[in-house]
């Protein structure tokens, strides 16, 4: 059988079928399997009627129709089944091949694939790709990452189908060795879990404080999608907003008020716990999500736990202001949040991350897309080392133009009892980071008088630790460790 396909893919799911049909648009030969083999043949006689997809039967077939080095695509659910696949094409593969992970993977997962798949000879990428089906199709943004070998034989195929912003830099690079591709892909999900929670916040507002119509509240996200706030999410949810059902009122206002959520959220969150980072906003992101969840018990407390009226009155035009500019200051925050957690893992594993870089590829194509990106990207690219968007002279003046109306919101949310975790994180992280002293001292203070565990000293330099005997009973045995 002739080699004549440039990438193999196996998963044809909708990302999968949509990213084979990019490829074939933009030149490349395609092979296609799929583990249900009927489906192989069904794409070939629908979708990719017409085109130079090429279908196979077996992984054996698959290989050989495949140039060298071989480059195979897995789209198929994260966990087990990738390592299944793997095991299973391995002995049609050959030293020097590249095996390539499309789905949402752990990047831990994706370490130990990189390590595993090297030592038998074979190279590994760890790829995120964001922008579900639309980007698949149209033009997604690409994160790779794992045997820096590999990349010169995708970046190619990658950058061709990867969206790109407008003066035609594809949203694609290498990321980073071993899983820092599906870190940032993961570090971007988090992100988006924040920017929908905070879209949902600005949207009960409006709705419940404000009585405002889905037909109203569509206008505003319209208009603000004008503003600093242009985003490919604002702009869909302008959409939703306007979208009617049969009967011809608002779809959106019967749609069940419970979320979902596939995970990677919850593995940004639990990261960020292991570096120690305080990425407080996703974390109220993932949270909502699950009390959402918790329907039946939150319609059975609504009618036993009361609160104030939710009704917001005075200047509506004036208010809607000040819960944009809650929103994007809160953006700010969360994006802030996401780039500190990035700098701390790339420290912790060794990666060497383009910070501006990471902005650019979340550009376009992705689904946290927005003008707002290139700003973060300026950011990083006059000042690389840069410890926090916050210290960035641009985003420290939007903060400031932003914070009347910020602290409006919350304190009137809080005294209407509509909840607005997410901004009131945001703002609750922006205070304690500009607070040169919190109560900290306090907290070791008490640390120290139940359990020994010791204290620093202002008066004294860093690294030296104290104990006190509080009580004049405790003697003078104190903890081993002390971790900040």
């Known amino acids: 059988m002739e080699a004549q396909a440039d990438i193999g893919l196996i998963g044809l799911a909708v990302m999968g079928q949509n990213l084979v049909l990019n490829m074939n648009d933009h030149g490349f030969t395609v092979a296609v399997f799929n583990r249900t083999v009927a489906k ?110 590999a990349w010169p034989h995708v970046k190619d195929i990658f950058q061709g189908i990867a969206a790109k ?67 490919y999410l604002i702009e869909i949810t302008s959409h939703i907003l306007a979208y009617k059902d049969t009967d011809g009122q608002p779809l959106v206002d019967k749609i069940l008020d419970a979320a979902g959520q596939k995970g990677t959220g919850k593995w940004t969150v639990i990261n960020s716990t292991e570096l120690g980072i305080p990425i407080t906003l996703i974390a109220e992101a993932v949270y909502s999500r699950c009390v959402s969840a918790l329907k039946e018990e939150r319609v059975a407390a609504a009618k036993k736990l009361k609160g104030p009226r939710p009704k917001i009155s005075g200047d509506r035009a004036a208010f809607v202001e000040a819960i944009r500019l809650a929103l994007y200051a809160s953006k700010i925050i969360s994006y802030a949040q996401g780039y500190m957690l990035m700098r701390a893992a790339a420290k912790e594993y ?89 109560p900290a001292n306090l907290l070791q203070a008490q640390r120290d008088y139940f359990g020994a565990h010791t204290y620093e000293r202002l008066d004294q330099p860093r690294g030296k630790f104290f104990h006190t005997n509080w009580t004049g009973h405790g003697g003078v045995t104190y903890s081993g460790s002390y971790t900040v």
């Open 350 to 438: 060794g990666w060497n991350l383009n910070y501006g870089g990471v902005a650019l590829m979340w550009r376009g194509g992705c689904i946290i897309r927005s003008s707002f990106l290139v700003k973060i990207k300026e950011a990083y690219d006059k000042t690389p080392k840069l410890t926090n968007l916050l210290l960035d002279n641009f985003f420290r003046g939007e903060i400031k133009k932003c914070q009347r109306g910020w602290r409006q919101v919350i304190a009137t949310a809080a005294r209407k009892g509509i909840p607005t975790p997410a901004f009131s994180t945001a703002l609750n992280f922006y205070d304690s980071y500009r607070c040169g002293r919190l």
């Open 165 to 231: 912003v407008e003066d035609g830099t594809p949203c694609c690079d290498w990321v980073g060795e071993n899983g820092a591709g599906h870190y940032v892909k993961m570090v971007h999900n988090g992100i988006e879990y924040g920017d929908m929670e905070l879209i949902c916040e600005a949207y009960q507002l409006m709705k419940d404080g404000l009585g405002m119509t889905a037909a109203e509240m569509q206008q505003d996200f319209a208009n603000w999608n004008k503003t600093e706030l242009d985003s």
């Open 40 to 149: 192989v043949d069904e794409f070939l006689g629908r979708e990719a009627k017409g085109t130079k997809v090429i279908g196979a039967h077996s992984l054996s077939e698959l290989a050989a129709l495949l140039k060298r080095p071989r480059r195979v695509m897995l789209m198929v659910k994260a966990g087990q089944p990738v390592d299944d696949l793997i095991e299973e094409i391995l002995p049609h593969l050959e030293k020097g091949d590249i095996i390539i992970d499309g789905g949402n993977s752990l990047f831990q997962d994706t370490n130990r694939r990189t390590k595993y798949l090297e030592g038998k000879g074979l190279l590994f990428i760890g790829t995120g790709v964001s922008g579900g089906e639309e980007g698949a199709r149209n033009g997604p943004s690409i994160m790779p990452g794992g045997s820096k070998d």
